[in-house]
């Protein structure tokens, strides 16, 4: 188990593609949050839940965080992390990701030495990076905080800005074939 490393699972977003929480959606009889947390907790030592302030967690187990903004944006969930991490990085994931692998954790996390490094590392998929599997430095935090400011909000934007490794399809295809990991429910019909 990393824990240069720490995890945060981003579960307080509006929801509104699906109409509702997402987080305690069942996908194959586990809710899409639990799935996620199964994950990554054999992965890292440290795994918590970024939630609004208020709202109920959909892991009760884990060690919460709350956002600290109104604004309902992944953005802000990763500020969130960013600013309770008390690692040498976090690896951020939306709640919506019921496949992911830990291989492919682990293999984000080979590349993110201990000091220095990367500001972020990304994998990149069919579709282009994916900010919300992947890992985020504190020091991008400033960063963060600014471009919210701004209202700014757009991750690929902020992924461009900062030094971000981008790990390429190939690569992330060697250890899981059909990118399982990076397919998020975000509709009804994606549950299916």
């Known amino acids: 188990m990393l ?3 720490e995890a945060a699972i981003l579960a307080g977003g509006a929801s509104t593609r699906m109409g509702r929480d997402k987080a305690t959606l069942a996908w194959n009889g586990v809710a899409l949050a639990e799935r996620v947390a199964d994950a990554l907790g054999a992965c890292f030592a440290r795994v918590r839940v970024v939630l609004r302030p208020g709202a109920p967690s959909p ?27 008390d690692a040498s990085a976090v690896l951020v994931a939306a709640c919506d990701l019921p496949e992911i692998d830990p291989r492919v954790v682990l293999a984000l996390a080979a ?20 900010p919300l599997l992947a890992i985020w430095r504190p020091r991008v935090l400033p960063e963060v905080t600014r471009r919210i400011e701004r209202g700014e909000l757009a991750l690929h ?3 461009a800005a900062v030094d971000t490794l ?4 190939s690569d992330l ?9 990076l397919r998020n429910v975000n509709r009804r019909e994606d549950l299916a």
């Open 111 to 130: 590349l993110v030495p201990v000091d220095g490094g990367a500001d972020v590392v990304a994998p990149r998929g069919p579709r282009g990076p994916e």
């Open 157 to 159: 934007a902020l992924l």
């Open 166 to 169: 981008y790990v390429p399809e």
């Open 3 to 5: 824990s240069h490393v």
């Open 59 to 85: 892991l009760a187990s884990l060690e919460r965080i709350d956002d600290l903004r109104e604004l309902r944006a992944p953005i802000v969930g990763i500020e969130a992390a960013l600013r309770a991490c």
């Open 173 to 181: 295809r060697a250890l899981d074939p059909e990118l399982a990991s």
